[in-house]
């Protein structure tokens, strides 16, 4: 099992940034990607962000140039610093973490943490 917990959600002004920070527990060893989702107003749960295990990474096309996925050496810790925000960024965010397991992925999500941009 894997344990998530975020943090770092508000509200903030258009043009503002906030930094999401996603901690895990548990067994983490087999990691085949860490990532960040969103999930909007009447709309489906997409991708922002996500780094394989091999260190790719890659962002949603609304995103890029302002949104940066991070994480710490053991893998254990990962961060969204997102920059000029925008009222469409208005979401609940969930870091996700996908390990290997008996031969499959499995995957593990956080609680979400709410951001709300204001115009």
């Known amino acids: 099992q894997v344990q998530l917990v975020e943090s770092g959600g508000g509200l903030v002004q258009g043009g503002g940034s906030l930094m999401l920070s996603c901690a895990a527990s548990?067994?983490?060893?087999?990691?085949?990607?860490i990532g960040w989702y969103r999930q909007g107003p009447g709309k489906q749960r997409e991708l922002v962000a996500r780094i394989s295990g091999g260190g790719t990474t890659n962002y949603a096309d609304s995103v890029k140039g302002r949104f940066t996925i991070s994480r710490d050496n053991d893998w254990n810790t990962m961060y969204l610093q997102m920059n000029s925000l925008k009222p469409e960024d208005t979401a609940v965010y969930y870091c996700?973490?996908?390990?290997?397991?008996?031969?499959?992925?499995?995957?593990?999500w956080g609680q979400g943490t709410q951001v709300t941009v204001s115009s």
């Open positions: 996700n973490f996908q390990v290997w397991r008996y031969g499959r992925t499995l995957d593990y």
């Open positions: 548990g067994r983490t060893n087999s990691i085949n990607a």
